[in-house]
């Protein structure tokens, strides 16, 4: 089976983040002297890198990289952004549309039923009531609609549209809030794509339900959230303890442990 190393994956592509701490045992583990001149262990892949380090400072001034599945974590997040970002623009479109269309309501009617007449002789032909059609009745009926309604129907988009933007954003960052905004948002409309279900089914919306409660469930597990296995507590605890800095401190300083000489 094929494993992917996101760490190595992600220091080829954006290089890698290296680190000299002021504390001397912790500053040797990760430092080394070869013929090309200093090398300084990334603290992303553990690799050891040639050159000066990009900061140095208290170990505890580092910045905190995220490595292993916090990063596998971070592309499924950015998936997922990808994703919303994507809808948050449909969404804008047909607002767009449901905005033009109310501006010019009376037109547009008068254009379908004139070329609806146009279809009327093929129709007869096969028998088909056209003029009664579910098709054609589910348009008239749009017709019948208060601008004033559609202006709020086009409003509701909008709103709904900054949503899923905002989210994107939020999620391609990898912030806690937007994860609670994806799950409470996402969580909120299953209702109603379970309704749609009932009145038509279709691959796409069985896909669009199965991502998205899929989605709430591993964001709301993997990221620990509203308390679950443990809280926000242990997912700290989580990203910490997969630090390489913490882990060679820890390991320099346990009983029986030698530093690595420089």
Known sequence: MLRIDWNRRTCSRKGHITYAPDEAKLRDRLHARTSLGDAWRCLRCGDFALGEPHGAGPAGDAPLVPRGRALRDLFILRFLAVERALRGLLILVVAWGVWKFSNSQDAVRRIFDENLSVFKPVT???????????????????????????LVVALALILYAVVEIVEAGGLWVGARWAEYLTVVATAAFLPLEVYELTEHVSALKIGTLVLNVLAVLWIMLSKRLFGLRGGLAAFEAERHSASLLEVEQAAGTAPGRLAAPA
């Open 124 to 150: 007869e032909h096969f028998h088909w009531d056209l003029e009664h059609s579910p098709i054609v009745d589910t348009i008239r009926r749009t017709f019948e609609y208060k601008h004033s309604t559609l």
